[in-house]
């Protein structure tokens, strides 16, 4: 069972925002109690998020999650190549300042 190219380019990027907000949590050694108060969240959100659960996390929830935090998340488009009809999405990364990107 495949997902639509919609539902597939919401989880390429809600699962890139996911880890982001997973690593900066991990990065600054917080509990999931210090988590939660920082996010304006409770602890079993926390702890959902922490799990890779993404039912209930919308993207710009997420996105918002990371700004609280102190990252930056950008977005580019851009016009699909010559030849292919539809564009693709694609998500980074950036291990030094997780910064969340997707394209």
């Not at 809600?14 to 304006?40: F, N, P, Y």
């Not at 990364?93 to 997707?102: E, G, P, Q, R």
């Amino acid at each position: 069972m495949g997902f639509s190219e919609e539902k597939s380019a919401e989880l390429i990027l809600k699962s890139s925002l996911l880890q982001a907000l997973q690593e900066t949590i991990k990065e600054r050694g917080w509990k999931q109690v210090e988590a939660a108060a920082q996010l304006g969240i409770d602890q079993a959100k926390v702890s959902k998020l922490l799990a890779g659960q993404m039912a209930g996390f919308s993207i710009e929830r997420l996105v918002h999650f990371l700004s609280m935090l102190g990252q930056d998340v950008e977005v580019t488009v851009r016009k699909a190549p010559r030849g292919r009809q539809r564009g693709i999405v694609r998500a980074r990364l950036s291990k030094m300042l997780i910064k969340a990107s997707a394209e």
